[in-house]
């Protein structure tokens, strides 16, 4: 298959979960591309392409680190090529990450559409990105009963009312944000409470949301495909982030460190109550942010947390990934137009 992963900046990718994904396809000898969220190119008069890079067929990477080394590096070549030409194309760019490019917040997304309608497979399915694209807010419309009491909003008096009715402790971020920048935990003693209110009012929306006094002992990052938890000889794609000392925030950009984790009772109901909207709207691939029996938060755009997994014992599980996209790939080859992009994204 030709497969293309989107990401923010092919010189910027580290080796994380899109790299390890990626090295797994081309370890099959898969055609692997990357693009940056820049790279796209329309004319409405040609075809949609793409500038692309890759690397030689006989290049030799031992690990992620080694493949994404290649390419940057001498050996990678630099193709425009049709976008209708490609079988997967894998949008994993994080537009949170888009500090001072605000055009590429959505760029992914949107020409994401216009390959799709292309005919090429796409993942997570790019109309469910476009409706999940403020993944914090595609999060409250999942049931209550799985998540703590939050309050959105970008009004002061109501996120005072809001701590006062939470014993005067909650946890403030932005409304659009990833890697625990601009995450307070706030409590009585709190003296910049009014500041904090308004360098997060300045960036947009605000979530309030309740403490979980089992934060303490940090969250876990669940990643499904299918809408189910990635399981491969026994074991579960799970891992338990963290906090560093004085730290609330369980992400490893924060100073978080993994660890293992059970597959426990409370996820699993967590992972039940929320499977069926994510298969409905066709997201493959999705991480679960948990605190005990409490969903925390939910990533549609780029999760992440493979790359901690050989370093808590689990297994690599990028061949499972690619198994699910190659068998997808045969389902459409079968049945053509007559699986919907957004049904096969999440089939099985």
Known sequence: MKICFVVNSVETEKSGTTVFIAHEAFRRKHEVYFMGVGDFNYNNNQELTIHSTTIPKN????????????????????????AKDLDVLFIRNNPTEEVDRQWAEHSGVAFGRMVQQEGVLVLNDSYALSNAFIDKLYFEELPSSIKPDSLITRKKEDILEFFENHKKK????????????????????????????????????IIAQEFLPAVKDGD???????GKVMEKDGKYG???????????????????????????????RIVEVT?????????????????????????????????????????????VVVDAIERKLVYKKNYGNKISNRELATME
């Open 238 to 268: 799970i891992v338990r982030r963290v906090s560093g000392e004085g730290e609330f925030r369980s992400n490893i950009s924060q100073g978080a460190h993994p660890d293992s984790s059970e597959y426990t009772e409370e996820m699993k």
């Open 59 to 82: 290049s030799k990477a031992d690990s992620a680190q080694e493949f994404i080394e290649i390419f940057n590096g001498d050996k990678a070549k630099h193709e425009k090529i049709l």
């Open 170 to 205: 909650m946890v403030l971020k932005p409304l659009e944000g990833s890697g625990g920048r601009g995450v307070y935990l706030i409590d009585k003693n709190e003296k910049n409470l009014n500041q904090i209110i308004e360098n997060l009012t300045a960036q947009g929306y």
């Open 275 to 319: 499977a069926p909207i994510l298969i409905r709207d066709g997201l493959f691939f999705v991480g679960l942010d948990i605190v005990k029996d409490k969903l925390i938060e939910i990533n549609v755009l780029s999760p992440g947390g493979m790359d901690s997994f050989p370093h808590i014992g689990l297994p690599d599980f990028s061949d």
């Open 220 to 226: 876990v990052r669940v990643l499904l495909l299918n």
